[in-house]
């Protein structure tokens, strides 16, 4: 009888220890204090954007290729120069007079000189005003009509794609903001020229293009570099404005905690929200700039190291 008493005893000490330990635990995991803060709204912006990306190209490429076959003779232009229609860009000899040249080389200067006259060189003239975007030909290379001596651009715009579950949202003269991959730091305000109407399908989702104009194209703008687009799809100027966490939300009503006076407990008050970015929100109306809006932030403690131990595992000695 006694040997059961003693044996219930230890069942019950035992279930003690374990009860206090996973308590002990639980109560050290609990939140240990919490943060009251006041927030104020403010009067202020929003806008709220579409992302996608895009590629910096050339409205309109123009090669300019030679009308015969035959020689460069001089190049008188070079990449990033803008040139005016008619500016003559390249010299060039056809193969015959390339040959006459040739051989007449070995006759003398009176010779060479008296072909130069008689068979006048061709030249390439720039048919738009544009800038030269490629110019890689050689003064003294042999080229065809099927070569682009230099290639010309009217002005560099940004290609987006846009999903097409954003397309119907883009409309024509929609303002925007490029941001370059290769000039992180620096936004292009930008607006939407065309929409194309056809679309594309990349890595198996449907894309519309969309052509950008740049409201001023800074002269590191180079053709092909990768862009990020983001279109300004709503903004408002002079609102008011609170964090998004403040914002309580149950069913379908939104709510903030406003402060009270003499310590009371804050009021619950409803408020009708508009447009939101990340961070903060638009309030319609519910409360007004004068009002101080409570935000209870809670600070969670880990357990220390030295709680929570198994009574039942062996101790390490000292």
């Known amino acids: 009888m006694e040997n059961k008493k003693l044996r219930l005893f230890f069942i019950v000490v ?43 190209l050339p409205k309109n490429r123009l090669e300019i290729k030679p009308p015969v076959n035959g020689r460069v003779e001089s190049i008188l232009v070079q990449e990033g120069d803008r040139v005016k229609t008619g500016q003559i860009l390249v010299w060039m000899s056809s193969t015959e007079r390339a040959a ?21 060189p061709i030249p390439l003239p720039a048919p738009i005003d544009g800038e030269v975007i490629v110019e890689k030909t050689q003064p003294g290379q042999t080229v065809t009509t099927a070569d682009a001596v230099v290639v010309l651009s009217d002005r560099l715009i940004v290609r987006a794609q846009v999903d097409e579950t954003d397309i119907g949202k883009i409309t024509p003269d929609k303002k925007a903001l490029i941001t370059l991959d290769a000039y992180p730091d620096t936004r292009i305000k930008a607006s939407v020229e065309h929409i194309y109407y056809e679309s594309k399908t990349v890595n198996n989702v449907t894309i519309y293009e969309v052509d950008l104009i740049p409201e001023e194209v800074p002269p590191f703008f180079r053709s092909g570099m990768n862009t990020t687009l983001d ?20 069913k379908d009503e939104a709510y903030v905690l406003i402060k009270q006076n003499n310590g009371r407990e804050p009021l619950r008050t409803p408020v009708t929200l508009g447009i939101s970015d990340d961070k903060n929100v638009e309030v319609i109306s519910g409360i007004d700039a004068k009002d101080k809006i409570i935000l209870t932030t809670k600070k969670y403690v880990l357990p220390r190291s030295n709680t929570g131990k198994n009574p039942f595992m062996p101790s390490r000695g000292r």
């Open 14 to 56: 035992v279930i003690l220890v374990i009860a206090g330990v996973f308590i002990t635990g639980i109560k050290q995991n609990r939140p240990s204090d919490e943060r009251i803060r006041e927030i104020a709204p403010v009067i202020g912006s929003i806008r709220t954007f579409i992302s996608c990306t895009g590629t910096v």
């Open 100 to 120: 006459l040249l040739d051989a007449a080389r070995g006759k003398g200067e009176k010779a060479i000189q008296y072909w130069q006259e008689a068979y006048k």
């Open 231 to 250: 279109f300004i799809e709503q903004s408002k100027e002079n609102i008011l404005l609170i964090p998004v966490d403040t914002v309580h939300k149950q």
